[in-house]
């Protein structure tokens, strides 16, 4: 069972990441990028309905034309130069699929490359041309030892492993964030115990190496491996495993023999970011143990926010008598992409795509604890205090690699005045860079779909109508407050209308110059359907 679900969502990635080429591709065969076949193109399309100015890495197949081999990218509109940074180079062997001939190999030099995409058009796209006369820009995002730097942060490499952040604008100084936490996991698939003598291991005790690993004018990337020792297991002491499982106790410890699991982080920093970028990789060889990151706030306020499904919620960083988890320690909630923990005055965030689970300690620390990985045999229960183990079915003992990517976001007043929800959109919508050559289309070589005016309006979809009569556009406003935003359209639909989540027509709304303007009162959802 559990390989086949391994399976079967690599099958769902595998199909939405062909779905997304070949939809890129159609348009791409529609934009006028000239008549030019020997020009080489690369076209950025952004998915947000928001226009954006980002570094974007790209990786670019160009004729091999020799030994020297730099270029610029030009905006294709306007003839201005982008700011490009080099960030590899090795030949290649390009593949070229004729639906009419065989395959064909083009002698190549692959080069991954950073670039400024400056004002992209919201919900659309902008094209840039290779200009092989030009070479590639130099500079450094590096300030000090261990340290980068951009507009908005100061980020630096402690000897312990930990980040130091300052944020910019509002000069709160954040320290040892993003240190590790390895205890032991005696519970089951719903609900974590711990066992009655555990080791809550920090990996801030333990030997830690920094290398740079990239610099330059656009991007810089710090890796730090930090060299744990963890317990391989648990011990049950003569205990009962069924009322360990039950929660009423146990006489449980983590095992004295320890294997060793490093911990590879890279930091990176781009140009413009207002986000830290934290890649997190590691190999897990021990079993029944909960392995977590932390970020201390230190910021005082009683009440953290979380995403959820259509929602930003509340949740009380302080538990009061009467809440029931008063004076409990180690409560974990659930959020979609964000957490967020601040006073008022200025916040942290942690942003991650994929990671569900987090804790914000009750201490002075008022520390963001993620859950990266939790390890425990499988039990399985139909009878209450009956137990049916599984120890056979090791693939919730999560051993071998593992490899998570997530944001650190420090910003000036709560998650609203923040502008948290937005970044946490363009942490799911990256910039998708597509190369191209010369041809013919209707198109221009930068345009925009669909804007909307303001981040407080989030976007949960935007699809064919089930009855294929136009589109479906379907907005939420998560905020305590009301929020009126101005939609607009690349050309004047033929009406606009409010329907319900089951597409049923409620209000038509007045167009005026290709746009409506749309109202959500707090906790609201609003669907659109747009006929062309």
């Not at 226009?51 to 905006?75: C, K």
């Not at 009440?303 to 409560?331: I, L, M, N």
């Not at 008022?366 to 205090?385: F, G, H, K, P, Q």
């Not at 305590?480 to 038509?508: C, D, H, I, R, T």
Request: aromatic share 8%; with cysteine.
């Amino acid at each position: 069972i559990e390989e086949d679900m391994i399976n079967r969502l690599k099958q769902v990635v595998y199909l939405a990441e062909g779905i997304i080429t070949r939809s890129l591709g159609a348009i791409q065969v529609r934009i006028d990028n000239g008549e030019d076949p020997n020009t080489v193109l690369v076209t950025v399309f952004n998915p947000m309905p928001r226009r954006r100015t980002e570094v974007v890495t790209a990786v670019l197949d160009l004729p091999y034309q020799g030994p020297r081999g730099e270029f610029a990218l030009i905006e294709a509109e306007t003839g201005k130069e982008t700011t490009t940074q080099a960030a590899g180079r090795k030949p290649h062997w390009a593949i070229m699929n004729h639906a009419w001939d065989a395959p064909m190999m083009m002698k190549s030099e692959r080069f991954t490359v950073c670039f400024e995409a400056r004002n992209l058009p919201a919900l659309g796209y902008t094209t840039y041309k290779v200009d092989r006369s030009r070479m590639f820009d130099r500079g450094s995002l590096i300030t000090a030892a261990n340290t980068m730097e951009n507009e908005h942060l100061r980020v630096s490499i402690q000897p312990d492993g930990t980040l130091a952040v300052t944020h910019k604008a509002s000069g709160v100084y954040y320290e040892d964030l993003n240190y590790y936490l390895d205890n032991g996991e005696a519970g089951h698939a719903w609900m974590h115990h711990n066992p009655v003598v555990d080791q809550v291991i920090d990996s801030r005790g333990f030997p830690v190496s920094v290398a740079l690993e990239e610099n330059g004018p656009l991007l810089a990337r710090f890796r730090i491996d930090t060299m744990l020792q963890v317990p391989i297991g648990l011990d049950e002491n003569g205990g009962d495993p069924w009322q360990r499982l039950d929660g009423i106790g146990n006489q449980a410890s983590r095992s004295r023999v320890t294997t060793p699991m490093t911990i590879t982080t890279r930091v990176t920093l781009r140009r413009g970011a207002k986000t830290v970028e934290v890649n997190t990789r590691f190999t897990n060889q021990a079993m029944n143990h909960r392995l977590r990151v932390a970020l201390p706030t230190r910021r005082q306020g009683t009440q953290c926010h979380a995403e959820t499904a259509f929602d930003v919620v509340a949740r009380d960083t302080e538990f009061q008598p009467g809440s029931p988890w008063y004076q409990c320690q180690g409560v974990t909630f659930p959020m979609q992409r964000f957490v967020d923990v601040s006073d008022g005055a200025a916040g942290l965030a942690f942003l991650c795509p994929n990671l569900r689970e987090y804790e914000v300690t009750q201490d002075t620390d008022r520390a963001i604890t993620v859950t990266l990985m939790r390890a425990y045999e499988l039990n399985l229960t139909t009878v209450s205090c009956r137990w049916d183990s599984h120890p056979e079915m090791m693939l919730t003992q999560c051993q071998g690699d593992h490899d998570f990517t997530y944001y650190l976001y420090p910003h000036a007043g709560d998650y609203t005045a923040g502008g948290v929800l937005e970044e946490a959109e363009k942490m799911v919508c990256p910039l998708e860079p597509a190369q191209a050559g010369g041809h013919g289309g209707e198109w221009p070589v930068r345009q925009g779909f669909v804007e909307i005016d303001t981040p407080d309006l989030a976007v949960a979809a935007l699809k064919q109508a089930d009855d294929g009569e136009g589109f479906i556009l379907r907005l939420y406003n998560p905020n305590m407050n009301p929020v009126s935003g101005k939609v607009s359209f690349y050309k004047a639909p033929a009406s606009v209308g409010l329907v319900s989540l089951e597409e049923l027509a409620q209000e038509e709304l007045p167009v005026n110059n290709a746009s409506v303007m749309v109202k959500a009162d707090p906790k609201k959802i609003v669907t659109l359907r747009i006929r062309f």
